[in-house]
C-alpha cells in the first residue's frame, strides 16, 4: 500500500494525469487476466522470429487485458509482444522516461475495415491529435518488421527495439481507442489508457537458455549449411575442374557429393520436425526444401541407372545429371538464405557466416573457369584409365 501512495505522489509531482501501476502488482490483476498467459501459444500464429522465442517469455498481466511478453538478448535487444482484447479501432503501447505521456514514443496497431494488419511507431509532442505523429518517434525499431496479428478475440502486437540505455524499470504507456485510424494513420482520442511500471530485469537472460525449438532450429541450420552450402558445391566444382586428375576426381566427387546428400537429408528431417514442433508459415522455405529432397534423391537414384559410356542414352544423361545439379545448387542457396532470413531474431552471425561461405565459393568458380577456359586445368589427362567398367572421366560433373 505505501509503495502505491509512492507512485501517486510521484504521479501529482510530475503534473501527469496518468494513474501509475505496478506490473507485479497482483491486487490489480484478476484471474481472468492471468489466464491469457497460458490460454494461447503464440507460435501457433506469429512469423518467426517471434513464434521461435514467444513460448519461453516471461508472461505479465498489466492492466485490463493488456499482457506484456518480453525477452532481450545480449545485444540489448529486446523483442516486445503485447496482447489486449480487440474488437474496433487501435491499441498502443508507449515508452516513456519520465511516466509522462508527452515525449514519449509508441507502437499502435490495428486492423483496418478490410482486414489489413497495421502497426505504426507515433512520437506523441503533445495532447492534440494533430501532434501525435505517425512514422515518427525515438524507439530503435530493429531490422526484424513489427508485426500485428488478429488471433480470436485478442489482437497481438510484436517488434523487435534496442534501448540505449539498460535500465530495468521503465515506465510503459497502454492506451487503446474503438475508433479507427483515419487513412493517413492520424490516431482517434484514446477511449482510456494508463501507465505501468515493468521491471524488465527478468527479461536478462531469457534468450540465451536454449530451448528445444532453438536447438533444433541450429541443428537444422548447421547441417543444411554444411549439406547444400559447403559439401554439394564443392563436389560439383571438384568435378568440373578437376579432370586433369583423372581418377581422383571421380572418386572425390562420389564421396564428397554422397556425404552432402546425407547432410542435406538430415537438414530436412530436423526440418520436418522443427515444422511439427512450433507450425511457422514458412511456405515458400519448406516448399523449396521438398523440392530439393526431391531433386537430390533423383540423382542419388539417377548414378545408379547410369548409361554404360557408349550409348546414346549417355549424352542424354549426362544433360540431366549437370542441369539437375545445377539447379539443386542454386535453389540450396536461395533456401538456405531464405531460412537465415525468417529465423533471424536481430543476430547477424548466421548471415555473416553463410555470407563468408557464399562468397569463397563464387570467387572460386570465377577463378578456376577463367583456368579452365585458359586450358590450364579441368582437361581429362591421358592418364591409362582405371580397370573397372564405367570409366570415371566419363562421368559427368555438375
Known sequence: MRTLVGFYILCLLLGQDLPFLLADDVNFINDSTQNLCFATRLSDFLPPPYSNISD?????????????????????????????LYTTGWVGVGFSRDGRMVGSSAMVGWITKKGHAKIKQYYLQGTERDQVVPDQGELQLQKVPPVVALHGAMIYLAFQVKFTVKVPRRAVILAFSSVYPSKLGRLSKHDDKTTVIVDFSKANGVTSKETPASTEKTKHGVMAILGWGFLLPLGAILARYLRHRDPLWYYLHIGIQFTGFIFGLAAVILGIRLYNRIQPDIPAHRGIGIFLLIL??????AFFARPHKETKMRRYWNWYHHWIGRISLFFGAVNILLGIRMANSGEDGWRIGYGFVLAVTLLAFIVLEIFRIRGSIGSPSSHTPPSFETHPSSTSSV
Open 56 to 84: 519461453s517469455m516471461p508472461c505479465t498481466p498489466l492492466w485490463n487485458t493488456f499482457v506484456l511478453r518480453y525477452s532481450e538478448n545480449r545485444d540489448n535487444v529486446m523483442t516486445i509482444i503485447v496482447s489486449a
Open 296 to 301: 537430390s534423391i533423383l540423382q542419388v537414384l
